[in-house]
């Protein structure tokens, strides 16, 4: 079967705009998070759902953050107001269980 | 605030030259900890979990091992084909989060 896919896989983008990165997760896959990573960064956690729920939005580095799932099954990270900072590549994963999760490519976004 | 932290930031090997990766992580509360593998531009890959002190995985020349404040991934014999950056990762039982270390980079010479 298929496995996590991203889109777009490349985004580059105006400060000041506002931009939605997609996540289609493995079939069935009842937990999905979304990461970013930074140039020689680790991965920096942003959000976790559960079926359609966030239970933890605190890894959300600001209010222009925000993130939805709907269904159950794909997930849409927006960004808004766009800055410089934001510029990385934003990682999604799901999984069955928080046991192994499965990632996409990436989204790698660049803000200019 | 739960942390991951991971030793060396990078590492070169000779082909065939076995070495361990070092990871230690917040102690209290762990509910698993997680070893992945990213290759340039791709997404991690996952290869153990660790639910316990003592508790060993195996994948090809890949051995993870996990005490009660550290966990280490031994690699035997490495190929050039092992090189990548490792990351390794923690998931506490207060909350959803899983934190990553910023990874190893191990590169192995032919």
């Known amino acids: 079967g298929a496995g996590v896919s991203q889109s777009p896989s490349n985004k580059v983008t105006e400060k000041g705009k506002d931009v939605e990165l997609r996540c289609d997760p493995i079939?069935?896959?009842?937990?999905l998070y979304w990461y970013r990573q930074s140039l020689g960064q680790g991965l920096e956690f942003l959000i976790y759902?559960?079926?359609?729920?966030?239970?933890?939005k605190s890894g959300l580095p600001s209010d222009r953050f925000s993130a939805e799932r709907t269904g159950g099954s794909v997930s849409t990270l927006t960004i808004q107001r766009t800055q410089q900072e934001d510029s990385a590549v934003y990682l999604c994963?799901?999984?069955?269980?928080?046991?192994?999760?499965?990632f996409g490519p990436g989204t790698r976004l660049t803000v200019l | 605030e739960d942390q991951v932290t991971q030793s060396p930031e990078a590492l070169r090997l000779q082909e065939g030259e076995s070495s361990s990766l070092n990871c230690s992580y917040t102690?209290?509360?762990?509910?698993?900890l997680f070893w992945y593998r990213q290759d340039p531009g791709k997404g991690p890959e996952f290869l153990f979990t660790?639910?316990?002190a003592g508790e060993e995985k195996e994948k090809e020349r890949l051995k993870a091992t996990l005490t009660k404040k550290e966990s280490f991934l031994h690699i035997t014999a490495p190929k050039p084909e092992d090189s990548a950056t490792y990351l390794c990762?923690?998931?506490?039982?207060?909350?959803?989060?899983?934190?990553f270390g910023k990874g190893t980079r191990l590169h192995i010479l032919p």
């Open positions: 994963a799901s999984s069955l269980n928080y046991n192994e999760q499965f």
């Open positions: 079939s069935g896959h009842t937990a």
């Open positions: 759902f559960q079926g359609n729920s966030a239970p933890d």
């Open positions: 102690v209290s509360g762990l509910r698993g």
């Open positions: 660790l639910y316990s």
């Open positions: 990762a923690g998931l506490w039982w207060r909350d959803d989060k899983i934190i």
